[in-house]
């Protein structure tokens, strides 16, 4: 679940509940482990009070690395959604992807470059403070903030996709190449390998007692495999489905429901005869709405015999609808972003026919088996 911060040059930053939850316990081990052990001899409310602060400072950090990359995408034109803070780091939701290998270096490299900047400005104001006697104390967390920045750049410049390093990667093979989706392989597998040797030495940390390190490093090699194996599948949904006419997977001339039908007739003739989970709802010739399993199973059993389809259908909204001139790209978007599984697709306001979430990925797969992946 995201929850929703606060807005910033037309980004809305949001938090993950993961993030809360890892951001608690990394604050109760710098409280009660990291700080006591780094800076002897304060007290535990000066130790809480450290970690509160390097926690504020961690989250800003991230929201500025992805921050940097969210300029950089409008500056190219490439529209962008939110950055979520998640369990593993922060995530900055383009809706496109760049169109050029020096788009995609210049966006992937703005992060890792905040970082260093950021490090760098961490350090100088740790050695500035630490000069004031009365503010040694928060020097610290500033030398600790630093210190983070430093590990998040040379982390993130790791060349695995997801990350920065992977896509600064496949942007070389990209303009070296000429080959998108071939660079998108490579750097994939690359990425795949180094998730491989994290995971192993999480393996060797756990072995020599080091359980907590070792299980968090074998996360994110999983995360970091998952991620490259996914950035693979997206690429080749763009290929696949990017500039595809509707007409192509849509089903013409679909079935469609009268409004003035009552719900038990609905089901009976129409959800246990053709087994669809949405039918579209036509008033004569006019499209007027969309009726489905939802709605039936929100309404009492014993109202389905006088209750009609006319009462409980979702009126007809662009959440629902798509126009024909849109591609099939656009169609996976509007579902992902609606969470509907299938559109009712529509010409000047006609219904001229229904596209399915199932039918567009029984094709990826398809396309996905002939191509061995």
Known sequence: MNIRIFRILGIDIKVDISWALIATFIAGALAQGVFPRLYEGLSPFAYWWMALTAIIGLALSIILHELAHSLVAKFLGLPLKSITL????????????????????????????????L?????????????????STISKVFEYLALINWVLAAFNML?????????VFRSIVWALTGDLTGATRISAKLG?????AIMILGVFWALLGQFAAGLWWILIGLFIRSASASTVYQELMQRVFKG??????????????P??????KLVEDYIYEYHFDLFPVVSETRLVGAV??????????????????????????????????????????????????????TDKGNLVGMIALKDL???LSLKMALEGR
């Open 259 to 264: 409004p003035g039908i009552t719900v038990s």
């Open 192 to 196: 795949m390998a180094f998730a491989t």
């Open 119 to 135: 490090a760098v400005l961490f350090g100088w104001t740790a050695a500035n403070l630490a000069a004031v006697e009365m503010l």
């Open 159 to 167: 060349p695995a996709l997801p990350l920065d390093g992977g896509r």
């Open 361 to 363: 990925l029984d094709l």
């Open 86 to 117: 998640f369990v593993f780091g922060g995530i900055a939701e383009l809706e496109a992807e760049p169109k050029s290998p020096l788009a995609e270096f210049a966006m992937a490299i703005a992060g890792p470059l905040m970082s260093v900047a």
């Open 292 to 345: 489905g399993l939802k709605e039936t199973k929100n309404t009492h059993r014993d109202n389905w015999a006088t209750t009609k389809v006319s009462d409980i259908m979702v009126p007809i909204s662009d959440e629902i609808t798509i126009d024909i001139s849109a591609d099939a790209m656009d169609a996976l978007k509007k579902m992902h972003s609606s969470k509907h599984s299938r559109l009712l697709v």
């Open 244 to 257: 595809a006419p509707l007409r192509e997977f849509m089903s013409a001339d679909p079935i469609t429901v």
